[in-house]
Structure formats: C-alpha cells, structure tokens
C-alpha cells in the first residue's frame, strides 16, 4: 500500500468517525447517565462552584473547557436545559467528547503502524476501532472514559516512536509519552495500567535478550503453527523475517534510569500538576487528604452484584459482552411526538416507540477479537516456549519475528489493563474494559490482516467474511448506539439475551 492511500484510508476513517459521533449529537436534552457528574462538574469549574470529585479531575477540565467553547459558538444552540446548574446547550457539553472520539482510531491506526510498518494492518485496526459501538456511545457524551484510553494510547505511541530515535529526540519523545501516561491517571486512577502495560513490555524485552543468551544456534523459526497464513516458500520466508523489524526490539536500549526518569517521575509530576486547579477551588481536603477521601468513596460503593446497581458487572462478563448497560431508556407513544427526556414512563402499553442508548460494543467485533487474541497467545506459546519444552532447555530463539513481538505486545497490554480487576470487588461496569479491548481489536486486525495477506484462498476468504460480518453488526446495532427511534419489535430484534436488557 502507498503512502497516499495509506492517508487517504486515514481521513475516510476519520470522516467515519467524526460523522457518526456529531450527527445528533444534542439529540436528547436532558443529561444521559453519569453526565450527571462529569457535565455538571466541568460547569462547576467554570462557575468557581467548590465540590467533591471521586474521580481526577482532567477529563471535567476538558469538558469544562468545551462549554466555555461550545457557549461561544453561534450554533447548535436550539435547545438548552439547567441541569448542570447552567443554561446550556447539550452540543456545549458534548462536543469535546465527540472530537476526542473521533481521534481515537487515527491514534489506533498510527500506533499499530508504528508497532508492525504494516500500513494495510494499521488501516485494519483503526477501522474495526471505528467500527465498535462501546466507543461510539462512549464519545457522544459528556463522560471520561474516552480520555483515559486516548492518553494512554498517546503514550504507547510516543513510546514506539522514541525506540527508533537516538538521543534527544528519544528523550523528548519519551517525555511526550511520560506526560500522556499521567494524564491518562489524571482522568481515572486505572489510566495507571497502560504504564503498567508499558513496563511489563520493557521487563519481558530484557527477560527475552537474557533467555536468548541459552539459545542454540539460530535456524529458520518455527512456522507450523502459522503455515496456513504464509507463502510455502521458506526461503522467501526467512528473507522476509530477517528484513521486517519492529521498534520493540529496541527496548532494551532504554537503561532502568530512563524508565524511571521518563516513565515515572515525570508520569507523577504531571499527575500531581492537574491537581492544582481543583485544589484551589475545593480547599476543604489538601493533595492527600483528597486522595483518601475518593478510595473511601470507592471502596465503600458496594459489592459486584445487582443489588448495588442493575448493571453491575464482574470482570469475567466483560469479553464476552454478557452484560451491556443502557445508558438512556425512554418510550414514546409514537414516531411524531417529541423526544422523550427523563421524566415518569408511559403507562404500560402505550410506549410503541423505544429509544435507547445502550453502552454495548459490535458483538461480533468483540467475539471475534476475543478469539483472536487468545490465537496469539496461543501462537507465543509455540514461538517461545514450545521450543524450549521440545529440546528440554530454557531459552528463547534468537530469531524472533516481528508478529511473535507484535503478539507480546498486545497480550501483554490486554493483561496490564484487564488483570488488575480480578481482585476488584466494588461494583463494576461494561466501560471498565474499554483500556483492554482497544487491544483485542488490534488482535483480530492482525488476524485478519494475516488471513487477506495469505497464500491459501480459504484464509482471505475468512478474512473477507470477518471484516463483512463486523461492518454488518455495527450497521445493525447502530440504532442503539447513536438512540435512534426503534418499534418494541426492532427493539428486541436487538436484544438477543435477556442479560443485555
């Protein structure tokens, strides 16, 4: 793929995105879920209104800063409400959100490219990334979990970008990355796993460059667990791994002071930086007293079951998209009343009309994702301890290629974000795992990017027919994610388990 369809790829998936997001984005007057929160904490910034944040506060900075924007625009101001203690319109509290979800699978698309140089597999990404409903319900209000997932993409990105320079540049780009770790942390304390993700990849380069040192002598890897998705011409082959590169295999060129410097001191700073604002708003607790009040707060909301709230749902229903969460649910009598806002239901019967905004990512992306991160971990087993096990000694080939260290990458940042909520016991919800799945999509992009570069015709089919089934489901859910109006009967067409209502 050429450059210039590499970035016309990029602005169609931009286009998709920005689109989807700001279409009716001022849709229902009236604040939909935790807008409650977040909406009327951004405004309380702005009006110098002292209150308790259970939460950090950068992602109501920014909302903040989006009223004060959205207030003076000349547009989109048709319909405003009080409920954030400030006649406003609900575009003004929205729409940086909607922009900031828009970025996210651009910043997919360059950070998968900068992990594999392969366009085609990037563009794949980005585009299942679009294509996900959780995210799109996600950036259509006035919530945070969008800025925790594209601070911490950043700084991956920033991570890769400074394992191909040398000196400054690498410093400034490892400060880049630093920053956008703490800010990831400065929106929500589980923003700390995509620098957890970012250690553990540093830890498993140097245990890989010190196993490889027990290596017998390099040969072609072992490609029976893939032979179906390559070329049979080996030769061809080993010409291809021995050229293909990846910047990951440069992380041991950052010493232990570096990670330290960069990626912990500097995250911290910039974590401690975001406080000052609300601190100087809310003088009632200092810098650590605050701190204690919101893991009081979270640790006294209640354990991981309906009793606590309807929605609740334990770590293990998050892959398998077992319990979504609606995030707005209200009926009309038909199509040509006006939008229904929160307020007492109709008396049964009477609603033939649904509108719902439910927080459910494209079942069929996240199944398939699922699958194929559990093919790549799977395939490191056989690329990196199959071998050792074979020949009865702990090593690790000398010859690794470049989609054994594209694999470690993403089951490794799928586990730093998805693991530490095990042990979680307060109550839950499906948008919790957004920080994990972003990386099963990059999973199933390269599997299907696997399939469609492939010998074998039966694999690009496969890869043609995931990529169609995926694009089909968003289409066909979309309804429920942007709240469109549904007839009970469309509605249930879409609610295939009693668990997703």
């Not at 369809?5 to 286009?15: D, L, Q, Y």
């Not at 506060?57 to 004060?68: A, D, H, K, M, T």
């Not at 260290?405 to 490794?412: F, P, Q």
Request: net charge positive; charged share 10%; hydrophobic share 50%.
């Amino acid at each position: 793929m050429t450059q210039q369809w590499f970035r016309i790829g990029m602005t169609a998936i931009f286009i998709l995105s920005f689109s989807l997001r700001f279409w009716g984005l001022d849709r229902f007057n009236t604040l939909v879920f935790d807008e409650v929160y977040f909406a009327q904490f951004g405004n309380n910034y702005l009006t110098r209104t002292p209150f308790f944040n259970a939460h950090p506060p950068l992602s109501q900075y920014i909302i903040g800063l989006g009223i004060w924007i959205g207030n003076h625009i000349p547009f989109w101001q048709n319909s405003v409400n009080g409920l954030t203690g400030s006649l406003l319109s609900p575009w003004s509290y929205r729409w940086a959100n909607a922009f900031t979800g828009s970025l996210i699978p651009l910043i997919v698309v360059v950070l998968t490219y900068q992990l594999s140089y392969r366009r085609g597999l990037a563009l794949l990404a980005g585009f299942f990334t679009a294509c996900d409903g959780l995210f799109l319900v996600e950036s259509r209000y006035a919530l945070s979990n969008i800025y925790i997932v594209i601070f911490g993409l950043i700084g991956q990105w920033f991570l890769l970008l400074a394992l191909e320079k040398q000196n400054k540049q690498r410093w400034f780009c490892l400060a880049i990355a630093g920053i956008s770790f703490g800010a990831s942390v400065g929106t929500k304390w589980n923003g700390l796993w995509f620098l957890t993700g970012a250690y553990g990849m540093w830890i498993a380069a140097w245990i890989i460059r010190w196993l490889q040192s027990f290596a017998p002598s390099p040969r072609l890897p072992l490609f029976s667990y893939l032979r179906p998705f390559i070329s049979p011409n080996h030769e061809q082959v080993k010409k291809q791994v021995n050229n293909i590169q990846t910047p990951l295999q440069n992380l041991t060129q950052i010493n232990i002071l570096q990670m330290l410097s960069f990626l912990g001191i500097i995250p911290g700073l910039m974590y401690s930086l975001i406080w000052i604002p609300h601190l100087q708003l809310d003088q009632r607790y200092g810098f650590i007293e605050v701190h204690e009040q919101i893991l009081n707060f979270h640790l006294h909301l209640g354990g991981n079951n309906s009793s606590v709230h309807p929605y609740c749902a334990a770590w293990y229903k998050w892959p398998l998209l077992t319990r979504p969460m609606a995030y707005y649910y209200q009926t009309a009598a038909s199509f040509k009343d006006p939008l229904p806002v929160l307020g007492p239901p109709l008396p049964s019967g009477t609603g033939k009309v649904v509108y719902d905004v439910h927080a459910m990512g494209n079942p069929f992306l996240w199944w398939f994702a699922l699958a194929a991160m559990l093919f790549l971990v799977g395939m490191l087993f056989v690329k990196i301890v199959l071998p050792g096990i074979q020949q009865k000694q702990v090593f690790i080939s000398k010859n690794l290629g470049v989609d054994t260290w594209i694999g470690l990458y993403i089951v490794i940042n799928y586990a730093a974000n998805f693991l530490p909520w095990v042990k979680v016991t307060r109550c839950v919800f499906i948008y919790h795992y957004m920080c994990a799945v972003v990386f099963t999509f990059i999973a199933i992009a390269w599997f299907v990017d696997q399939c469609l570069r492939s010998y074998y015709r039966g694999l690009r089919i496969l890869g043609l027919t995931i990529t169609f089934t995926i694009i089909v489901a968003f289409v066909f859910w979309m309804p429920i994610y942007l709240g469109l109006p549904l007839t009970t009967d469309d509605y249930r067409m879409r609610m295939w388990f009693n668990s997703w209502i």
